[in-house]
Structures are given as structure tokens and as C-alpha cells.
């Protein structure tokens, strides 16, 4: 009996130990129309004379009613960033986070405001993701997402240049819109498989025209400062900024730990073996301690959560998922693994709250779903992550290699 009660004892232990943490709760909440349909979508159907339209739906989503959230950037220790800017229905957060993350650093090390296109980047990734695809015959992912490296690695072949020299936008464009010209261009492509039509430099041509007519041509040189610059000496004589200096930091369990891997998601449609890969404690220990440096990052993972919330800005992880002290690697690669982890959405971590022991992360977005408030709220296009968020949702980030000097060296060559 002694030795029974000894066992149930024990068997208890870890149920106590669960039903010991804050129960969340959820609920089921209706679709209501926000920033992308009344002010996006508007704008992308009148100009495109398309129509557009979101279906109503509801969805199950934690209730955050009961917490006090930190969710006024007034209360978080920030880094200088641009204002924020909107992607439009571009699918290009990883360029929007990623270059308003160089702007930051741009600020940091030569206290430059820079304004940058993103729109010049993106025409040059899509090019490269069209050679890619003839040169494999059809067998490399295209797609409107990319991830952050991207940015860095289209920079050093060219360059790159204000967003006044080339927005992106057509003359009464409101919003970036790319859902037509991508079509089309995705279309264009398949078709190469029926006509064996595989010339790349026609193929090139053909791509660059679909863009030239739905986001226009980019300028071969502008002035800036009353100087004339070329996108290559704009990057290099004025931004003055190294974009070898920018490392990819990853925690996945599925790869070997302190080395450099592939990250196998398919927006790394260039196969890149570039991300260092972390265990997930230092992983988040270069989180806390950059931020706190002046390091701020690009940072991407998974926003479909139920525990992400466009009615607060807030993401958190609640309780019914899996209770704060049980989340760790295995449960991150776990989540990876069945894709209920995916590679959604990069973008830009700028600032961080201490609150009761642990981080929040003051997010800088560019989709709609953190635009569902005042215009003029200082709130307006930004999150608040909870560390544990972090730690279970977000897949990786990039960051100046100064940042992460001292883990870098514990790399194998």
C-alpha cells in the first residue's frame, strides 16, 4: 500500500504541475472587415479593376481579455526605425522587414535616415527566382516570398536606392500590388514546360517586362544630395554599409547544432547553406542581449496562432497549447515538423519590455492585420510579441555578425 501511494504520488506530480498555470481561454470570433479589405483591397480593386473580396469566416482565437497587455509602444525601450509602411498585397515581407531593418542599421552605424525601395529589390529576386527556374527546368520553387538574405544578396549584385527613385507604384497607386503581375508572371513560366521554350536571357527579358508594366522600371542611376548615383555607388559611397556583415541565425532541431545548415523551407528556393544554427537557449539569449546593445533584427516565423491576435496586436502563447515551461526545442522542431510551425512572415524586432521576468518585443510590421486601429495611433503597424512566442513560433532572424561575434566563433569551419 506504502509503495502505491508512493507511485500515485509521483504519477501526480506532473498533472499538478500542469493544471498549477494560468488557464487560457478561447473563442470563437467572426471575421470582421479591417484594414485590407476597407483600405488595401479598395485600392487594389479600383486600380486593377479587379473584384476581390474576402469570404466571412469566424476563427478560434485565444481570449486576452483577462490579461494586462503591454501593448503602447510608448512603454518599450526602442531602437530608431523608419515609420512603418505598408506591403500592400505584395507578398514581400521578407524584403519589407528586411530593408527597414538595414535602414535601422544604416542609422546605427553612420546615423543615416534613409528611406529605401524595397520595390528595387524584389524586381531583382524575381529575376533571379525566373533563372533559377529555367536553369532547373522547372524545378525550383516560385513564389512571391523570399527570405531575408535575399535582400542582402540581391544588394551585393545591385545595389540598391531611395524608395523616391523607385517606389513601386504607378501614378495613383495608393498600395503595393503585385497579385496580377505575379500571375502573370507565374503563368508565363509554367507554359515554358509545353513550349521547352528554356532560353534564360528571353526568358529574363520576358519577366522584366511583366514587371516593367505593373510596378515600372527601375532608373539605372538617380541623385542624391545633389550627386549623381548608380544603385552600386549609392550602397557603396553613401549608405557605406558592408552587406557581408549580416548573418542568418536559426534553431531547428532537425539539423546538426553549431554549424552552418540549409533552412528547408521552400521561400529558400536558392537552397542557401548560410544559416547558422543554434541551439534554441542561446538562440534566445542573442535575442535578449542584442536588442538590449542596439542590435535590432529581421525576424521571421509562424503568425498563425491562435494566440496571435490582430484585435490586441498582442502574441502570446496560451496555456491549452502548451504551458510556458514546457516549451523547448523538442516542442518547437515538433511544431516544425508537422507544419503547424511555417515560414508565414518576416518582420522587424525594434524594441523590448522587462515585464514580471520576462521579454516583450515591440514588432515593426508592414502586413494589415497590425493596421485594424487609429491611423494615427502610435500602435498603428506594430505587435507586441511575448518572449515565449519567440521562443516557441519564430524560426530565425538576421542580424550584424558583431552582434553574434562571440557564437560565430564556436562554429566549425
Given at each position: 500500500?506504502?509503495?502505491?501511494?508512493?507511485?500515485?504520488?509521483?504519477?501526480?506530480?506532473?498533472?499538478?504541475?500542469?493544471?498549477?498555470?494560468?488557464?487560457?481561454?478561447?473563442?470563437?470570433?467572426?471575421?470582421k472587415?479591417?484594414?485590407?479589405?476597407?483600405?488595401?483591397l479598395?485600392?487594389?480593386?479600383?486600380?486593377?479593376?479587379?473584384?476581390?473580396?474576402?469570404?466571412?469566416?469566424?476563427?478560434?482565437?485565444?481570449?486576452?481579455?483577462?490579461?494586462k497587455?503591454?501593448?503602447?509602444?510608448?512603454?518599450?525601450?526602442?531602437?530608431?526605425?523608419?515609420?512603418?509602411?505598408?506591403?500592400?498585397?505584395?507578398?514581400?515581407?521578407?524584403?519589407?522587414?528586411?530593408?527597414?531593418?538595414?535602414?535601422?542599421?544604416?542609422?546605427?552605424?553612420?546615423?543615416?535616415?534613409?528611406?529605401?525601395?524595397?520595390?528595387?529589390?524584389?524586381?531583382?529576386?524575381?529575376?533571379?527566382?525566373?533563372?533559377?527556374?529555367?536553369?532547373?527546368?522547372?524545378?525550383?520553387?516560385?513564389?512571391?516570398?523570399?527570405?531575408?538574405?535575399?535582400?542582402?544578396?540581391?544588394?551585393?549584385?545591385?545595389?540598391?536606392?531611395?524608395?523616391?527613385?523607385?517606389?513601386?507604384?504607378?501614378?495613383?497607386?495608393?498600395?503595393?500590388?503585385?497579385?496580377?503581375?505575379?500571375?502573370e508572371?507565374?503563368?508565363?513560366?509554367?507554359?515554358?514546360?509545353?513550349?521547352?521554350?528554356?532560353?534564360?536571357?528571353?526568358?529574363?527579358?520576358?519577366?522584366?517586362?511583366?514587371?516593367?508594366?505593373?510596378?515600372?522600371?527601375?532608373?539605372?542611376?538617380?541623385?542624391?544630395?545633389?550627386?549623381?548615383?548608380?544603385?552600386?555607388?549609392?550602397?557603396?559611397?553613401?549608405?557605406?554599409?558592408?552587406?557581408?556583415?549580416?548573418?542568418?541565425?536559426?534553431?531547428?532541431k532537425?539539423?546538426?547544432?553549431?554549424?552552418?545548415?540549409?533552412?528547408?523551407?521552400?521561400?529558400?528556393w536558392?537552397?542557401?547553406k548560410?544559416?547558422?544554427?543554434?541551439?534554441?537557449?542561446?538562440?534566445?539569449?542573442?535575442?535578449?542581449?542584442?536588442?538590449?546593445?542596439?542590435?535590432?533584427?529581421?525576424?521571421?516565423?509562424?503568425?498563425?496562432?491562435t494566440?496571435?491576435?490582430?484585435?490586441?496586436?498582442?502574441?502570446?502563447?496560451?496555456?491549452?497549447?502548451?504551458?510556458?515551461?514546457?516549451?523547448?526545442?523538442?516542442?518547437?522542431?515538433?511544431?516544425?515538423?508537422?507544419?503547424?510551425?511555417?515560414?508565414?512572415?518576416?518582420?522587424?524586432?525594434?524594441?523590448?519590455?522587462?515585464?514580471?521576468?520576462?521579454?516583450?518585443?515591440?514588432?515593426k510590421?508592414?502586413?494589415?492585420?497590425?493596421?485594424?486601429?487609429?491611423?494615427?495611433?502610435?500602435?498603428?503597424?506594430?505587435?507586441?510579441?511575448?518572449?515565449?512566442?519567440?521562443?516557441?513560433?519564430?524560426?530565425?532572424?538576421?542580424?550584424?555578425?558583431?552582434?553574434?561575434?562571440?557564437?560565430?566563433?564556436?562554429?566549425?569551419?
Amino acid at each position: 500500500m506504502k509503495k502505491i501511494i508512493i507511485m500515485l504520488t509521483l504519477v501526480s506530480l506532473p498533472a499538478l504541475f500542469i493544471f498549477a498555470q494560468t488557464k487560457d481561454n478561447a473563442k470563437f470570433k467572426e471575421y470582421k472587415p479591417g484594414y485590407y479589405i476597407n483600405s488595401i483591397l479598395k485600392d487594389v480593386n479600383a486600380f486593377n479593376d479587379s473584384k476581390e473580396v474576402e469570404d466571412p469566416y469566424k476563427r478560434f482565437v485565444m481570449d486576452q481579455t483577462s490579461y494586462k497587455l503591454p501593448n503602447k509602444v510608448n512603454l518599450y525601450k526602442r531602437e530608431w526605425a523608419n515609420k512603418v509602411i505598408s506591403q500592400g498585397n505584395a507578398g514581400s515581407c521578407w524584403c519589407f522587414s528586411t530593408v527597414s531593418f538595414l535602414e535601422s542599421e544604416i542609422f546605427r552605424i553612420n546615423k543615416k535616415k534613409v528611406k529605401l525601395s524595397e520595390t528595387y529589390t524584389v524586381y531583382w529576386e524575381y529575376v533571379a527566382k525566373a533563372t533559377e527556374y529555367v536553369n532547373t527546368r522547372g524545378n525550383s520553387h516560385f513564389s512571391q516570398g523570399s527570405e531575408g538574405n535575399a535582400v542582402t544578396l540581391q544588394w551585393k549584385k545591385y545595389g540598391t536606392m531611395p524608395e523616391s527613385a523607385y517606389t513601386g507604384k504607378l501614378k495613383g497607386q495608393e498600395f503595393h500590388s503585385h497579385a496580377k503581375m505575379f500571375a502573370e508572371m507565374s503563368s508565363y513560366l509554367k507554359n515554358l514546360k509545353v513550349t521547352n521554350a528554356w532560353n534564360v536571357e528571353i526568358v529574363q527579358q520576358n519577366i522584366k517586362a511583366i514587371m516593367n508594366h505593373y510596378i515600372g522600371v527601375p532608373p539605372t542611376n538617380f541623385t542624391v544630395e545633389g550627386v549623381k548615383y548608380t544603385p552600386k555607388s549609392y550602397l557603396k559611397d553613401f549608405l557605406n554599409i558592408n552587406p557581408d556583415d549580416y548573418v542568418e541565425i536559426l534553431s531547428y532541431k532537425q539539423e546538426p547544432y553549431w554549424q552552418k545548415v540549409e533552412y528547408k523551407v521552400e521561400d529558400n528556393w536558392w537552397h542557401s547553406k548560410e544559416y547558422y544554427n543554434l541551439p534554441l537557449e542561446d538562440f534566445m539569449k542573442i535575442v535578449k542581449s542584442s536588442i538590449r546593445k542596439g542590435y535590432t533584427m529581421s525576424i521571421g516565423g509562424d503568425v498563425s496562432e491562435t494566440g496571435f491576435s490582430a484585435e490586441t496586436q498582442c502574441a502570446m502563447v496560451p496555456s491549452y497549447d502548451i504551458p510556458a515551461s514546457f516549451i523547448n526545442e523538442n516542442a518547437r522542431q515538433f511544431r516544425f515538423s508537422n507544419q503547424t510551425t511555417t515560414d508565414d512572415h518576416g518582420m522587424h524586432l525594434v524594441g523590448y519590455l522587462e515585464r514580471d521576468g520576462k521579454d516583450w518585443y515591440l514588432i515593426k510590421d508592414s502586413s494589415s492585420g497590425s493596421r485594424n486601429n487609429d491611423k494615427t495611433a502610435a500602435e498603428f503597424g506594430y505587435y507586441f510579441f511575448h518572449e515565449d512566442y519567440v521562443k516557441l513560433k519564430m524560426m530565425g532572424f538576421t542580424i550584424h555578425k558583431d552582434a553574434v561575434k562571440d557564437y560565430l566563433k564556436k562554429f566549425k569551419k
